[in-house]
């Protein structure tokens, strides 16, 4: 079996790489080759492919191969005949002998094959000898591409500090020769420029670090250039190279450090709390997140008045004042500042610490400062009603400074625009300047101005009064009441219940007491000792038309001292109620109704008055209106009707009646011509719009003549003429009257209607017509 296996690799072998024609043995007859162990049909010619070498560089034309056929027998009878990819382009054949030759050099990268068919057959007859058969003409590969990447350049990144052999990237090429021919494509990579610090793996163009422990600080940017050489890096090969632009990416492998361990500052006592101080700096060689610090104040004598703060965008430790400085209590502050990573790899904590510190020392400079009170505010109490000049309380301030200079005290008026408190310029003392009242204003807010004598410095200080009631003001009504009481009343029955208010403010509670100023027949008063009081009849039989309202004067004291008291009069009314003493009026009015007719019929009658009146007027208005006729007298000839009014005029010889030129031509129009014969009712006539011209259509026109007319408040029902068409020596159309024309209907001639069109056809038909009968 091994054997049948080796004869037929060596049957494939040589019809792949025969350039020759398989054909019978010549000279052998039919017998003698049945007599062979290869039992098979003869056939003429035989044959797989052929090969061709690309890019030939001989003269003339490159031979493929031949081809020829058993019953050729070579006397010019047998013509070749090739068909397909190339053929009669790319590839010819010699009709008479059947070689192939190529008409020009190929290239195996834009096409590796052509598919031919070849024939034989009689020049004569024209009768196929062969029958058709394929061949491939297969294009031999030579090493004529050099291998090529798919960017010129790269860009790439590894973090700094990564150990020997590092991933960094993988760059491929390519070669368009044939992969399964030689090595004409089998590539080798290799590095032509950046060693020592990478490498390149020769096979798979993984591109490698070669040294460890690289430092960004040191070399961020690296050049690499990688070479791509086929012929499996033989010499002779192809090459092509791309370039690698490698970056070390920053970790955080450097610790901050102050350039100096002892930094000086100093700022004015009056330097604002959060106010900055100054600024240091620490040094990080890191980029990005990897240099991002934070400083604090770790100890020092100072740290609980100032404290540090880190710029984000600087990276700087910022010293701000904390608590408000004193140059006489302290001029001098030492701090001891932290610097510290915010973020800190664990990878290379070794190459810490990633922090430093450093001392700050703060020198705090005098200034001249405003006087200070004693108290950030002061609150004071008087009596309201207190006589002016009575003494409210006292400030006080002096100078911080070590001079000391002399404070003199103000009032800002602008707090005190009633001038209602002095102030005592050398020792502060507040007084009042007139009396307060405290129902007016409780409290009183005024500042207070401390002033140096020598630096004119000032401070102000808020100072609350608050002013004490004193029982100044007498109880009164809490409300306005509307009491009445029923005619038929009874002795002792409850009308009203009333209470009091008192604007003082007692030191416990209000307590008011009610009472009568006299004895009253009428009404009496029980108080009910819960500041309320209750007012009862004293007898019954209550008449309107005898007294409508009584005056019932209430006393109303309070518990306070000194006692306070007001007289506050109640007006009861008197009306009329049903039997459960509910009001129906309290008007004395109708008592007059109730006598005679009531509040309905009252209205009846004066509605039948006002309609009576409305029916009057009406029908004298009616009797005023004059009658008149119709303008056209006859309806069934409506071209030339007469319209008549009954009013008469002043004949043909009037001409102060109106304009008769209005008729002649409109174009002379005077728009501003009034009426003379009658006073204008307008100092401004409404004024017309003169005519249009030309050819404008004369609907629109009699529209808008027609629109002038009805908004003329000139225009009839007088006695006058109205123009809304024109007609005339003035007009295209002349005078379309036939009150003037002299000529009979018979003496026209109609036939021009007939040269009018078909819009006129029928009215043609009608007068040529009666033209026609008439002649008949």
């Not at 401390?450 to 630096?455: F, Q, R, V």
């Not at 009576?612 to 000839?637: N, Y």
């Not at 006695?719 to 009150?739: K, P, R």
């Amino acid at each position: 079996m091994i054997t049948n296996k080796l004869v037929l690799l060596l049957l494939l072998s040589i019809s792949e790489w025969s350039c020759a024609l398989i054909r019978p043995v010549p000279g052998i007859s039919t017998a003698e080759r049945n007599g062979r162990t290869l039992h098979r049909t003869k056939r003429g010619w035989m044959w797989n492919s052929f090969f061709l070498l690309e890019e030939w560089t001989g003269s003339g034309k490159q031979y493929v191969g031949k081809l020829h056929s058993d019953m050729d027998s070579e006397d010019g009878s047998i013509k070749y005949v090739l068909t397909g990819d190339g053929a009669g382009t790319v590839f010819e054949i010699d009709e008479k002998s059947g070689d192939i030759h190529a008409t020009r050099r190929l290239d195996r990268e834009e096409k590796a094959s052509y598919t031919l068919s070849a024939k034989a057959i009689n020049k004569t007859s024209g009768q196929v000898l062969e029958r058709a058969s394929d061949f491939i003409i297969k294009i031999h590969d030579i090493n004529d591409n050099e291998p090529k990447f798919s960017k010129d350049t790269y860009v790439a990144s590894v973090p700094e500090m990564s150990n020997t052999g590092s991933f960094v990237m993988r760059v491929t090429a390519t070669d368009a020769d044939d992969e399964s021919y030689g090595n004409s494509a089998k590539l080798v990579y290799s590095i032509l420029q950046g060693q020592p610090y990478f490498s390149v793996e020769p096979e798979t163009g993984v591109i490698r670090t070669a040294l460890p422990n690289m430092i960004r600080e040191n070399r961020e940017h690296y050049q690499v250039v990688i070479q791509a050489k086929d012929m499996a890096g033989q010499m002779g090969g192809l090459s092509g190279t791309a370039t690698v632009n490698i970056t070390l990416l920053d970790v955080n492998n450097s610790p901050p450090r102050f350039p100096h361990s002892a930094y000086h500052l100093s700022t004015l006592e009056s330097a604002e709390v959060g106010s900055s101080v100054g600024r240091i700096k620490a040094n990080d060689a890191d980029a990005g997140v990897n240099a991002e610090m934070w400083y604090s104040i770790l100890d020092g004598d100072g740290q609980d008045m100032f404290s540090a703060i880190t710029n984000a965008t600087t990276q700087e430790g910022v010293i701000i004042v904390k608590k408000p400085l004193d140059f006489e209590s302290k001029s001098i502050y030492s701090l001891r500042v932290q610097v510290t990573n915010t973020h800190v790899d664990p990878q290379f904590s070794h190459l810490g610490p990633f922090s430093d510190t450093a001392t700050v020392r703060i020198t705090v400079k005098d200034v001249d400062e405003s006087p200070v009170f004693e108290r950030s505010h002061y609150i004071f109490e008087v009596d309201e009603n207190a006589p002016p000049g009575s003494s409210i309380g006292t400030v006080s301030a002096r100078d911080p400074d070590i001079t000391n200079h002399l404070v003199k005290y103000t009032i800002d008026r602008h707090t005190d625009l009633e001038r209602l408190f002095n102030i005592n310029a050398n020792n502060g003392t507040i007084s009042t300047r007139q009396a307060l009242d405290r129902e007016t204003s409780k409290w009183h807010n005024i500042s207070v101005l401390a002033t140096e004598i020598s630096t004119s410095l000032q401070t102000r200080v808020p100072v609350f009064i608050k002013v004490q009631d004193v029982n100044d003001n007498a109880p009164e009504f809490a409300m306005y009441y509307e009491t009445f009481v029923c005619e038929n009343a009874k002795a002792g029955e409850l009308i009203q219940t009333i209470s009091a208010v008192d604007t003082d403010e007692p030191v416990v509670a209000h307590k008011f007491v009610f009472s009568l100023s006299t004895i009253n027949p009428n009404f009496t008063i029980y108080d009910n000792e819960d500041n309320t009081a209750r007012i009862l009849t004293r007898r019954g039989g209550f008449r309107r038309h005898e007294m409508s309202s009584y005056l019932l004067p209430v006393v109303i004291s309070d518990n306070d001292y000194p006692i306070q008291s007001s007289t506050s009069t109640l007006t009861v009314r008197v009306c009329a109620c049903d039997r459960s003493r509910n009001v129906q009026t309290c008007s004395t009015e109708a008592l007059l109704l109730s006598a005679g007719l009531s509040t309905g019929a009252l209205v009846a009658i004066l509605l039948c008055i006002i309609i009576l009146l409305m029916i009057v007027v009406l029908f004298a208005a009616l009797r005023r209106q004059k009658k008149k006729e119709p303008l056209i007298i006859s309806k069934e000839d409506v071209r030339d009707n007469v319209v008549s009014y009954n009013d008469e005029g002043g004949g043909e010889e009037d001409t102060q009646a109106f304009d008769i030129g209005t008729l002649r031509n409109p174009e002379v129009i005077d728009t501003n011509k009034m009426r003379r014969d009658i006073i204008p009712e307008m100092l401004f006539p409404f004024r017309r719009v003169s005519p249009i011209k030309d050819n404008t259509d004369v609907r629109d026109f009699i529209n808008g003549r027609l629109q002038e007319n009805d908004s003329d408040p000139t225009a009839p029902p007088y006695d006058s003429l109205a123009t809304y068409a024109y007609e005339g020596n003035g007009s295209l159309a002349e005078s379309l009257s036939s009150l003037e024309s002299t000529a009979t209907e018979g003496d026209q001639d109609f036939d021009y209607l007939s040269h009018w069109g078909p819009p006129f056809k029928k009215l043609a038909d009608m007068y040529i017509g009666k033209d026609t009968q008439r002649e008949t």
